[in-house]
């Protein structure tokens, strides 16, 4: 039976997914993106390169990895094709790409809106990347929505154009912003057609004979974080689909007798783009410096990021949602140097003591997060390869993680490159 793994982004996003999937990637042989869309930004690094993904598999870079864009993602062909086109000129010229054809197209109106609707909420706003996620997830669950395998069909496609055009135009419309013409919508969606087209088929039977073959290694790579999930994460400050290994069989197309092994990509601090609340957020000359080691800007907007305590609340919150079975904890090298590091055990809210994040958001505005201090560590760690060499306050600080969220540390990140990788538990070493 094949061996599989699920990774998935356990607080805010940007935790390092995308070196931990590469790192795996090199031993897979399918990697699959099961949500999400250009929204997400992967940074890999290797051989001394950096290279960053929206949308693509991180398996992309292995030639002998089939990288599966599944059904459950939403997919921008014109932001896809720029960024195969980018992979190109960085010379990243072989490689395995299957694009479901099940999967939602974003159309180029879905950025007009998003970025309209975030104009109108003004204070209130999302703080979305404007890359049209949202209403391409609205029109998909509203069935009016275009799916990638229509770019095949060139008559179905007109006609599924025609009529989301009789819709969108009006919306467009309320907003005074510009409408689209039939014509140049079909012209630019039959271009990425011929571009494409060949890369988009069912991909359920590709990944459903992999899942019964022996050998097959399959990955199975989440975009964000569970904490922007849309069921439980902060709503409305979430993205538009679950980011949790849950949605892997129907983002995917499987079963969920599948889904084993799943590791949850923490870093070993918090950071958060866009707006929404934050209980360990924190300002001033220790959060910038995290900020500067940690290069915590967004991949894909360039934002500042928000930078916080570890949340062990949020931690095992998305641990017992996604039945996390080993923790990735990225990022341990910026933290090194501080006398002290933060911990938080539990939120404060109106008197009371959570251990979970409560449910709404103006509850969840008025934790205060409950801190341990414990001792930080001085020495470099980011040429350790073995967890035992580690220093004492690094090994004391994600002992302290494993016990408040009941989950074994397997992985640790010292550093941005492949080989600054430190692999502990062992069914992961057999992968
Ligand atoms: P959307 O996914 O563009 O609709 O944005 C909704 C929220 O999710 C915003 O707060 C974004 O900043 C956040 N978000 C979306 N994708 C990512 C990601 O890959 N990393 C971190 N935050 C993200």
Redesign the pocket.
């Known amino acids: 039976m094949s061996k599989r793994l699920v990774i998935t ?1 356990s607080q ?3 935790e390092g997914k995308g070196k931990i999937t590469d790192f795996f990637a090199c031993k897979a042989s399918m990697v699959v993106r099961y949500q ?1 869309g250009n ?3 992967h940074s890999v690094m290797f051989d001394g390169k950096k290279f960053s993904l929206q949308s693509i598999p991180s398996g992309i870079f292995n030639p002998a990895t089939v990288n599966v864009m599944a059904n459950g993602m939403v997919i921008n062909p014109a932001s896809l094709v720029g960024e195969l086109e980018k992979l190109h000129r960085e010379g990243v010229t072989d490689y395995q790409l299957y694009i479901s054809d099940r999967a939602a197209m974003v159309m180029p109106w879905h950025a007009d809106l ?1 970025g309209a609707a975030e104009q109108l909420k003004g204070d209130t706003k ?6 049209g ?2 209403p391409a997830y609205c029109d998909k669950y509203s069935r009016s929505g275009l799916r990638m395998g229509d770019l095949l069909e060139p008559e179905y496609f007109a006609k599924r154009l025609r009529e989301a055009l009789e819709l969108k135009n009006r919306e467009l419309k309320s907003f005074g912003l510009p409408t689209y013409r039939f014509e140049d919508v079909f012209d630019q969606y039959m271009g990425y057609a011929e571009t494409l087209g060949y890369r988009i088929c069912d991909t359920y039977e590709l990944i459903n004979d992999a899942l019964r073959e022996k050998e097959s290694k399959i990955l199975f790579e989440g ?3 569970m904490m ?1 999930c849309i069921d439980h994460g902060t709503y409305p ?4 689909s679950t980011p949790s290994a849950s949605s892997v069989p129907v983002g995917a197309g499987i079963s969920p007798k599948w889904v084993e092994n799943v590791v949850g990509v923490a870093k070993a601090y918090c950071t ?5 609340p934050f209980p360990t957020e924190f300002f001033g000359d220790t959060a910038d410096g995290i900020r500067q080691r940690g290069h915590e800007y ?4 360039g ?1 500042p990021r928000r930078i916080g305590w570890f949340d062990a609340v949020v931690a095992r919150y998305t641990a017992r949602l996604a039945g996390i079975d080993y923790w990735a904890i990225m990022l341990l090298d910026v933290l090194s140097g501080m006398d002290k590091v933060y911990i938080c055990t539990a939120y404060e809210c109106d008197g009371e003591i959570l251990t979970s994040p409560p449910s709404t958001i103006s509850r969840l505005e008025r934790c205060k997060p409950v801190l341990e201090e414990i001792d930080g560590w001085k020495e470099d760690i980011s040429g350790i390869t073995e967890y035992d060499k580690l220093p004492e306050g690094a090994r004391n600080y994600l002992q302290r993680i494993e016990e408040l969220t009941e989950v074994p540390v397997g992985v640790v990140s010292v550093g941005p490159d492949r080989i600054q990788t430190i692999l502990r538990a062992e069914e992961l070493i057999k992968f």
């Open positions: 982004g805010w996003g940007d999400g929204n997400a930004g998003d999302i703080g979305t990347t404007k890359k996620i949202g975009a964000q974080g922007l400050y979430v993205t538009s958060r783009v866009g707006e929404g967004g991949t894909v907007t934002r």
